[in-house]
């Protein structure tokens, strides 16, 4: 695929230090873009500077939400060199999201092209120090200029990205989670399963509610009994119990993230025994009265790994302390090491660009 690449006339200041960087909170020169109708499909791949789209008031991803996306990161190694994690999982995943929303999907080998020239072309902006890395946002947006509901005739894929260290404000330090009693985020049947971006929007009334009161992140129950564990809002969850590491099943309305996928795989490896099953919230109390619930954490691209030290349900609190547990900084340890070239990759999940 021919990618041209227009380069922008005013490159900004990179950040001056990379402590404190956040999340997302500022993008590069640079964007991939491409389009696609119905009598091309997609085409007009280039790479243009960072700046706003122009689409109809009208498109259907304004008012219904029609879009997908991804996370996905460009790691610094220690020799200088850059690499992405698992990057043909984020496409392949793309492409399940949207055909769960009636998007056309894009060649998983087009999708790694992408990705791939735009961190050539933004590769200065890769930072280097521990913890960070350059986060890249794979998005498709359906355009249009009718509101009847249906698909759209149009669409667009773009990339951004956006060098970013910790997910949470005070980094691997173990954060307070609020398990949602009343609100679901997903439903069996529903989108919970794709990432699009209606599952984020219907669960900020909680989250914020939530941070008022001090939490972090709201961990969200199944929406038909609101008593089976999902995920958290942007990753999913993992239990150590008795030595076991206990994570919700993919039932099909929590996202089968990649990090989790990796963690089992790296649990696995270790002989730590794996569940993948239904988990209540009663059997987390139950396990937490009787000391046997040891560590608690989040997997994902942005947040990697994020010991849970509180966890409260209604009245009932479940503390599991400051420190961050064995397994959870065992996991952090091999997949960040993995990740930055540091630990020897025997699942071939990395890839080097030169
Ligand atoms: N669950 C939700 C809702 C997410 O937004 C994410 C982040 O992408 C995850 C789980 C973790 O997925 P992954 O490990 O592929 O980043
Ligand atoms: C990621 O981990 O990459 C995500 O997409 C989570 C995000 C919603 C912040």
Redesign the pocket.
Known sequence: MDIPVLRTQNPKAKPQSEAGLG??KRFTDHMFIMEYNENDGWQNARIQPYGPLQIDPASPVLHYAQEI????KAYRYEDGRIGLFRPMENAKRMNRSAERMCIPPLDPDIQLEAIKKIVEVEKDWVPKSKGTSL?L?PTIIAEGNTLGVHAAPRYIYFIICSPSGA?YEHGLAPIKIHIEPNYVRSVKGGTGGA?TGGN?ACSLRAAEDAKKHGFDQVLWLDGKKNRYVEEV???NVAFIIDGKLITPSLSGSILAGI?RDSVLQLARDKGIPVEERQISVYELLDAYKVGKLTEAFGT????VISPIGEMVFKDQVMTLGNDIGPISQFMYDTLTGIQTGRIFDEHNWTMTLA
């Open positions: 999340f997302c996306f991804e996370g996905m986060y946002r997910y990432k984020y809002g942007a990753m990090t994902g691209t942005a947040a």
